[in-house]
């Protein structure tokens, strides 16, 4: 099994984790389909979480920046998940 199958695989397997955490579906995929091995999970994840902590920064209502807050959260979380 080569390293991007793997990566694949244990995406799939995080899948309903992932989704009933609360991430978007499609920007779980977009994500993920970017890994080259499971080794790129938690950089890859604390990247898109940094990203939504710098929406949060930006945001122009203190609920919009709770909301970008809560879902770097969510991402952060999931970068912990990888063996």
Avoid: I, N
């Avoid at 080569?2 to 984790?17: P, V, Y």
């Avoid at 710098?54 to 063996?83: C, I, K, N, Q």
């Amino acid at each position: 099994m080569s390293a991007t199958e793997s990566a694949t695989e244990f995406a799939a397997a995080q899948w309903t984790r992932a989704t009933g955490a609360g991430v978007d579906p499609h920007e779980y995929r977009r994500v993920t389909d970017g890994l080259a091995s499971v080794a790129d999970w938690g950089p890859s994840f604390r990247q898109t979480g940094h990203g939504y902590l710098e929406r949060a920064e930006d945001a122009g209502s203190s609920l919009s920046a709770v909301e970008y807050l809560l879902m770097a959260a969510r991402w952060f979380h999931l970068a912990t998940l990888a063996p």
